[in-house]
């Protein structure tokens, strides 16, 4: 059963707040667990032990994450892939956030990147409000209902918005740590 909190959400839980490889470990660590190369179903999930999934390395909290979503999966309460993508964004991200551990901005990076739908705006993201800031030479960063108000020139084309202002932060920041050139005369 190709569930998108099990093959979507799960692994993006794993991953959540943990640097690239060490996730990456984990995960593979997670998955072998189980038979077979893919994320587990939602059953084989829910029929793991919790101390087997600490054992490869999950904390308690993403144990807890990982089992409400299969939980949530086995239930239809966290629809199958296929179903999410003939449902709205707002449908989408009601159902998957009733999921533990799972909050709004992480679906809407599943909106955006794994569903690439065209009309988001992931406006708590610190990186698209920096961008925002430094794009229009603001001295502090909007708020998420500001950004949401002024995001709304921007539709349909959200997600391409907030592509433009994560490439404005990264660009601010280089320029914040660029350091400044010292010109040497040559002695003559």
């Known amino acids: 059963m190709a569930v998108v909190a099990v ?34 179903s939602p059953e084989a999930m829910l029929a793991m032990s919790p101390r087997r999934m600490r054992g490869a390395g999950l904390s308690r909290a993403k144990v807890r994450a990982i089992k409400d979503i299969a939980r949530k999966a086995a239930a239809g309460i966290v629809p199958e892939r296929r179903i999410v993508a003939r449902l709205g964004d707002d449908e989408i991200v009601e159902r998957l956030t009733a ?29 698209v409000r920096d961008g925002y800031r430094a794009a229009y030479g603001l001295r502090a960063l909007p708020t998420p209902k500001a950004l949401l108000e002024y995001g709304e020139r921007w539709r349909p084309h959200r997600s391409t918005a907030a592509w433009y202002l994560w490439r404005a932060a990264e660009h ?17």
Do not use: C, N
């Open 99 to 127: 999921a533990r551990g799972v909050g709004r901005w992480t679906v809407e990076m599943l909106l955006i990147f794994t569903l690439g739908r065209q009309d988001v705006l992931p406006a708590d993201d610190y990186g």
């Open 172 to 188: 601010a920041r280089a320029q914040r740590t660029k350091k400044p050139r010292t010109s040497k005369k040559k002695a003559t």
């Open 7 to 40: 093959s979507v959400v799960g692994p993006r839980r794993v991953y959540q707040q943990l640097h690239g490889r060490a996730a990456a470990a984990i995960y593979g660590r997670l998955v072998a667990l189980f038979d077979g190369p893919a994320f587990p």
